[in-house]
């Protein structure tokens, strides 16, 4: 088992930025990469960014490449999620999630634990 515990999320202003962190506990020598999902209401979760324990290769989503930047802390087994340059339309519940399955992972079946969720809230 692994659990996965999110902070940081928040209500911002257009334009603003907030990180996000996500602490990993339990089996963790099963994860090979971690994932931030974020679902608005009534839309299906999507994916966000993706970075690996090992070696540190990241993927973002389109729609927040150049705003966003995910990263790992392997000592503190903790992922942050750094959001800058807010949008309205980035305001959601977001997920962290861990995977054990290599390559590039951008599909929420290709995660097997998951966090709570934080609210992120973007005002215009």
């Known amino acids: 088992q692994v659990q996965l515990v999110e902070s940081g999320g928040g209500l911002v202003q257009a334009g603003g930025s907030l990180r996000l962190s996500c602490a990993a506990s339990g089996r963790t020598y099963g994860s090979v990469a971690m994932g931030w999902f974020r679902q608005a209401p009534g839309k299906e979760r999507e994916f966000v960014a993706t970075?690996?324990?090992?070696?540190?290769?990241?993927y973002y989503a389109d729609s927040v490449k150049g705003r966003f930047a995910i990263s790992r802390d392997n000592a503190k087994n903790t992922v942050y999620l750094q959001m800058n340059s807010l949008k309205p339309e980035d305001t959601a519940v977001y997920y962290c999630?861990?995977?054990?399955?290599?390559?590039?992972?951008?599909?929420?079946?290709?995660?097997?634990?998951w966090g709570q969720g934080t609210q992120v809230t973007v005002s215009s």
């Open positions: 970075v690996r324990w090992s070696g540190g290769t990241t």
């Open positions: 999630a861990s995977s054990p399955l290599y390559g590039v992972r951008t599909m929420t079946r290709e995660y097997n634990y």
